[in-house]
């Protein structure tokens, strides 16, 4: 058995020394490193052969990548690198890593044409100027297979020990067994299906009840699917911290009953919470943990495989013991673990790490996305940006003169746009050129200027330069599955390019994974998810049956009352009135869902007022995780009281509290989005593409909410609860139609 390695990913092993620098460096765009790169080519003569494949082996190791460009005739191999500013300013480490990479292609080059010397230039073109620099060596195929050999000893004794987990680890797979007694009702069902999907290579919609245990039941499929179909990594995918959570107590458990199974499992945490020094610039001569970063890397990493599961406290005192970041020993330690556990960010946006990694080292990753209902408005974020004129005037306040300039020129040209969409809020034809080319020249300006003079932008400067970037970046790609609008904001005002269809980005990767699993409580229609996140054409759509009875959960549709907004004032006493007397009839702990902390307020005050007899307390704005902790610490088992959440918050989806810690929920409102420009909008834009603008846009992803919400009530077989529905809408059939079908719904004539 081989282990196969780019040569990228084997020089960044071997080659890369000294400190972790991360200051912001005027980089090219990936589009500019392209661009840059089909000009030199194109400045290339006759004969000229570009992307030259090469591979070569060295005991285990199969080397593979591809060199940037080869003159036969000058018997010069090139390797072409973009930058911006001053080449001096380069690191030295990373010019040793350049040129390391060069001579690994050299040496692959001599060895598959039997050259006995080669030419290497490392083609350094700055992008701005377009001024092409070539450092050039002559190397014999002797000395370059030295090299060679050696950059791949440092290598081998790791990649023979990844191989011999690799083995024991598919081994341990094949015999793999359930790590409980046996399948939950419905469960069974999910892993079949899963593992199907896996086997076949095929995505899968999969709609499973709350409470059957979807994620053991996702988890453990692909891990029996893994040495078959050859699964390098498993990427589970979640909306929120309690969903990671929940990814790794079912890696614990599945280890738990297979204790000798070597399964690595890694948490990826956002920075933010996994910063030790938030005080600091991530490069070493701010931050202690970043000095030196790379010469301590190898003692880590090897430290950290000791850990089977790396969670966000185990990187901390993996790195903490050995001097170096625990974020950036959690990103390094990605491209050696089993299961990687993280947000959806990093697989599907723009710079996702995950998928970046999978493409360039050609790994064959399965996907599972947790909570997947969550994935429209993610993506859609994921792809949307925003360009503040406030952000603009701070940044130029805090420019240089050559800057401020250029931030000029921006303020000039959105003042014509403001004057020609008077409206409060306008949808515009496009981002226009105008305003991309003074969003670009300014770009250029700043990282001109970074460039000859490094050293930290001004916050404000450097948050608008980067806002700006990606507003450009997004408008090379501008197209019917977005929309650019201006939203006025007092004498100020907005501009967004707004992602409406996130399936054009997000379809590469789709088609990237060996197979993605979206799997939730609430996936239908099933349509609705196909069409905006683009699956492809041959995915799989499982509705698993419930394993719970109708009996269990007692379904009411109160349905004269109604909580449309010009109503609300004349709700809140019937409703207290019905929450009351249900809470008279069987006392215990419940929760209660508003469609705002407004309506929320005004609901609790008065049930308060009215029944001061009964415990309330209260979702608040912007709550802790400490103090989301004590909210739901309120739902023991013996207690008794109502909770006051907002649909959709922190508290509609993704807690557990089975038993008597919660016995029945009041949802007081269908959880449509609000009425306002931009989902009109966006109504028109589904409408126009789907035919479905009211659905797509308010009825499903309400609904959506809706029974995440009522999911918290039954989550075992043995439960027993209530759900009041309360507003007339839910008993139209249309609506009906999208409430579990194991549910039994009744209407409340009262």
Not at 43 to 66: C, F, K, M, N, W
Request: proline share 6%.
């Amino acid at each position: 058995m081989s282990y196969v390695v780019a040569v990228r990913a084997l020089c960044e092993f071997t080659a890369k020394r000294g400190d972790l620098d991360l200051r912001f460096t005027p980089s090219p765009t990936a589009q500019e490193g392209i661009a840059g790169h089909a000009v030199v080519t194109a400045r290339r003569g006759e004969g000229y052969q570009t992307e030259v494949t090469l591979a070569g082996d060295h005991g285990p190791l199969h080397v593979r990548g591809r060199a940037d460009g080869y003159d036969p005739a000058q018997n010069l191999i090139e390797e072409i690198k973009t930058y911006r500013g001053q080449l001096s300013s380069m690191p030295d480490n990373h010019r040793h890593l350049h040129w390391a990479q060069l001579r690994v292609y050299g040496h692959l080059l001599c060895a598959a044409r039997g050259l006995e010397q080669v030419n290497l230039a490392l083609v350094y073109y700055e992008i701005g100027s377009g001024l092409e620099t070539s450092l050039r060596e002559t190397r014999s195929a002797l000395e370059l297979k030295t090299m060679f050999e050696e950059a791949c000893g440092r290598f081998v004794e790791w990649a023979e020990q990844e191989l011999r987990h690799r083995e024991a680890r598919d081994a341990a797979l094949a015999e793999l067994r359930f790590p409980h007694a046996d399948f939950r009702p419905g469960q069974r069902q999910l892993a079949e299906t899963v593992f199907k999907a896996n086997a076949s290579s095929r995505c899968l919609l999969a709609q499973a009840p709350t409470g059957i245990g979807k994620t053991i039941g996702s988890l453990f499929p692909v891990l029996k699917a893994a040495p078959a179909q050859r699964i390098d990594k498993i990427f589970f995918l979640a909306a929120k911290t309690p969903g990671r959570q929940l990814a790794l107590d079912a890696a614990g458990a599945i280890r738990a009953h297979a204790p000798y199974l070597p399964l690595r499992v890694l948490e990826l945490t956002a920075r933010d919470k996994a910063c030790e020094h938030p005080d600091k610039a991530c490069h070493g001569d701010s931050c202690p943990l970043a000095q030196g970063f790379y010469d301590r890397l190898p003692a880590a990493r090897q430290a950290a495989l000791s850990v089977p599961v790396l969670d966000r406290a185990a990187l901390r005192e993996v790195g903490l013991a050995h001097d170096v970041c625990p974020y950036y020993l959690g990103s390094e330690m990605a491209r050696w673990t089993d299961v990687v556990v993280g947000d959806y960010n990093y697989y599907f946006d723009g710079s996702a790490m995950l998928y970046a990694l999978a493409q360039a080292n050609g790994w064959r990753a399965s996907v599972l996305v947790d909570e997947a209902h969550n994935m429209v408005a993610r993506a859609r974020s994921m792809y949307s940006c925003e360009l503040d004129r406030v952000a603009l005037r701070a940044a130029r306040a805090a420019a240089p003169p050559l800057i401020k300039k250029a931030l000029s020129k921006i303020g000039k040209v959105w003042s014509e746009i403001d004057e020609a969409a008077p409206l409060p809020y306008q949808v515009l034809d496009a981002p226009g050129e105008k305003l991309l080319n003074a969003l670009t020249n300014a770009t250029s300006t700043i990282n001109d200027f970074v460039a000859e003079q490094p050293g930290p932008l001004d916050p404000a400067l450097q948050r608008f330069h980067f806002d700006a970037m990606q507003f450009a970046r997004l408008a090379e790609s501008f197209g019917e599955h977005s929309l650019v609008d201006l939203t006025r904001t007092g004498k100020d005002s907005v501009l967004c390019i707004r992602n409406v269809v996130p399936a054009p980005f997000l379809k590469p990767r789709f088609e990237g994974a060996h197979s993605v699993t979206l799997f939730s409580a609430t996936l239908s229609p099933w349509h609705y998810f196909a069409d905006l996140l683009g699956l492809p054409g041959n995915t799989g759509w499982v509705d698993v049956e419930s394993p719970f009875r109708a009996g269990q959960l007692k379904v009411h549709i109160a349905a004269r009352i109604s909580t449309r907004y010009q109503h609300r004032t004349a709700s809140l006493a019937p409703i207290a009135h019905l929450m009351a007397g249900q809470y008279a009839q069987a006392p215990g702990n419940y929760l209660a869902f508003f469609s705002s902390f407004d309506y929320l307020e005004q609901a609790a005050n008065l049930f308060a007022e009215l029944h001061p007899e009964v415990p309330v307390w209260r979702q608040e704005r912007r709550m802790s995780e400490l103090e989301r902790a004590a909210f739901l610490d309120r739902f023991h088992p013996d207690g008794r009281g109502i909770g006051f959440a907002v649909l959709g918050g922190s508290f509609g989806e993704g807690i557990d509290l089975p038993g008597a810690r919660l016995i029945g929920a009041f949802v007081a409102t269908l959880g449509l989005p609000q009425l306002n420009p931009v989902n009109e909008q966006l109504k028109a834009r589904m409408q126009a593409m789907f035919g479905a603008g009211y659905d797509y846009t308010y009825l499903y992803p309400g609904l959506q909410k809706v029974v995440q919400a009522a999911g918290r009530v039954i989550r075992t077989e043995l439960d027993q609860g209530v759900v009041y529905l309360i507003d007339d809408r839910f008993d139209q059939p249309a609506v009906r139609e999208l409430l579990p079908r194991w549910w039994q719904v009744d209407r409340l004539l009262t």
